[in-house]
């Protein structure tokens, strides 16, 4: 077991509860749109209301959801569940209270696998339950005053909560990042977390190392991996300078400023029972028969985990490259796609790290917007692996296919003189001609130093203009030089 990381002599414990907007196309319990952008208070009907004769009907939608993602992370999911009303007051929640599940969730326990640099680390589920999210308090536009959107009201969310298993906030953003990835493959959330489909809440508490669990602080709605490594890492220093002054933590929920990076309480920590749950009397338990599951399971798409095992077992990927084409789904249809074009796993893995992820990143782009054709990648790795152009003139000609000057490979090699020479004669004669003009640098080679032979190879592709294939020139001065 690896020893947990100290921060001035204390360790750091934390959980994670993440809410994950569902991709259903109506909310919850109504048939109102979850559709985001519509001007404020359009996509609120009266049951996301609670006007007085309103009943909530449950999506079918959201429930096979949850159960695919119980199922992915290995979970239990439970034959039969509660919806409870969670009662609060807050100008957004216009029922009074948030239908949720509290004492009977649908999926129970899980897990989440995370690496941290080269150490490999089980992140323990301790429950995912349906839930409805509540409006959109507005601040910005209005002086002295507070607006209230209700869209978001009723719209469908897993709560996905994790043990108190991290110990650093590096940990805690890995196991973001890999959840994030996991529900978008699993497509039972859009993940955007600029439109708060995706956001994250972290429990915080520092303890010294044996001791009981501090008490803990929570940091609610940290909508980036950004904020949420710069929440935690402030929220640790300011409990250790705190206890440090002989001062005690008290249970709080506090928000995360990302203009100063510093958290700042808002209120008192409720404990459970403040909510005063209850069973929701206008919801039957929700059942869900084994042959629900079973079916649910059968739909399921190859999970990154087990397809990054297929890379590497039948396409002889490193575990690295393997993680990396099963980033997301997309990415990995798009690798299985070159590679079944090209033939090359390794060199079709090596240019969608290199050469295609460089250009997404820098522009901000997705696979799914990537400009140049696969087919037309494929036929330039081919073209590299015969040959026919170098690594370098590939290159020239995926800037090219980027730019829309063409997608024809062949047609791009020819026009832009990037045809290797590949005629043995021609070469041949290339070769004797720089060994004949470079009597110092052939002198140097054969006593011993390797750079003379560098050079060399560089005085044949200078004479052949770029065009010589550089295995085959060194091939070639190797045994004319003995």
């Given at each position: 077991m690896n020893t947990p990381p100290l921060i001035r002599g204390f360790e750091v414990v934390i959980g994670l509860e993440t809410h994950a907007q569902l991709s259903t196309r109506s909310k919850i319990f109504s048939g109102a749109s979850t559709q985001f952008g519509a001007a404020p208070n359009t996509q609120a009907c009266a049951v996301d209301l609670a006007l007085p004769g309103t009943l909530p009907v449950l999506n079918r939608g959201a429930v096979e959801r949850a159960i695919r993602f119980g199922l992915a992370v290995q979970a239990k999911v439970a034959p039969l569940s509660i919806f409870a009303r969670k009662n609060y007051f807050y100008p957004d929640l216009p029922k009074g209270y948030q239908i949720s599940q509290y004492e009977i969730p649908v999926v129970q326990g899980g897990h989440v696998d995370i690496r941290v640099g080269e150490q490999g680390k089980r992140v323990r589920l301790t429950r995912a339950h349906l839930e409805e999210d509540a409006g959109k308090s507005l601040h910005e536009d209005y002086a002295g005053a507070t607006g209230i959107d209700l869209n978001r009201a009723g719209t469908p969310l897993l709560e996905i909560v994790t043990e108190p298993d991290m110990r650093s906030s590096a940990e805690a953003v890995e196991y973001a990042k890999a959840l994030h990835a996991l529900v978008v493959w699993l497509g039972v959330c859009d993940g955007n977390m600029q439109e708060g489909s995706f956001r994250c809440d972290a429990n915080v508490s520092v303890r010294r190392p044996g001791g009981p669990l501090g008490t803990r602080r929570e940091v609610k709605n940290l909508n980036s991996f950004r904020f949420l490594q710069q929440a935690i890492d402030f929220e640790v220093q300011w409990q250790i300078d705190r206890i440090e002054d002989g001062l005690a933590i008290e249970q709080a929920t506090v928000l995360f400023d990302p203009d100063t990076g510093e958290t700042r309480a808002m209120r008192t920590k409720e404990d459970a029972h403040d909510y005063r749950y209850f069973p929701d009397p206008d919801l039957p338990p929700l059942v869900i028969a084994p042959e629900w599951v079973e079916r649910v399971r059968a739909e399921m798409p190859e999970l990154p985990?087990?397809?990054?095992?297929?890379?590497?077992?039948?396409?002889?990927?490193?575990?690295?490259?393997?993680?990396?084409?099963?980033?997301?789904?997309?990415?990995?249809?798009?690798?299985?796609?070159?590679?079944?074009?090209?033939?090359?796993?390794?060199?079709?893995?090596?240019?969608?790290?290199?050469?295609?992820?460089?250009?997404?990143?820098?522009?901000?782009?997705?696979?799914?917007?990537?400009?140049?054709?696969?087919?037309?990648?494929?036929?330039?790795?081919?073209?590299?692996?015969?040959?026919?152009?170098?690594?370098?003139?590939?290159?020239?000609?995926?800037?090219?296919?980027?730019?829309?000057?063409?997608?024809?490979?062949?047609?791009?090699?020819?026009?832009?003189?990037?045809?290797?020479?590949?005629?043995?004669?021609?070469?041949?004669?290339?070769?004797?001609?720089?060994?004949?003009?470079?009597?110092?640098?052939?002198?140097?080679?054969?006593?011993?130093?390797?750079?003379?032979?560098?050079?060399?190879?560089?005085?044949?592709?200078?004479?052949?203009?770029?065009?010589?294939?550089?295995?085959?020139?060194?091939?070639?001065?190797?045994?004319?030089?003995?």
């Open positions: 985990g087990a397809m990054a095992e297929r890379f590497q077992r039948d396409d002889g990927l490193p575990a690295y490259d393997a993680a990396m084409m099963t980033q997301s789904l997309a990415f990995a249809c798009s690798y299985e796609t070159l590679r079944d074009a090209c033939g090359q796993p390794k060199l079709a893995a090596n240019w969608l790290m290199g050469e295609v992820s460089k250009r997404l990143n820098a522009e901000g782009r997705d696979i799914a917007d990537l400009p140049v054709a696969l087919p037309a990648l494929a036929a330039l790795i081919r073209r590299v692996v015969d040959g026919t152009v170098s690594n370098n003139g590939a290159r020239q000609v995926f800037d090219a296919l980027w730019s829309g000057e063409g997608q024809d490979v062949d047609a791009l090699i020819e026009a832009k003189g990037l045809k290797q020479m590949n005629d043995a004669g021609a070469l041949e004669a290339i070769v004797d001609q720089v060994i004949a003009a470079n009597a110092k640098s052939v002198d140097e080679y054969r006593s011993g130093k390797d750079k003379a032979f560098n050079a060399l190879v560089g005085q044949v592709m200078k004479a052949s203009k770029g065009k010589a294939n550089p295995t085959q020139a060194s091939e070639l001065l190797k045994r004319k030089l003995g």
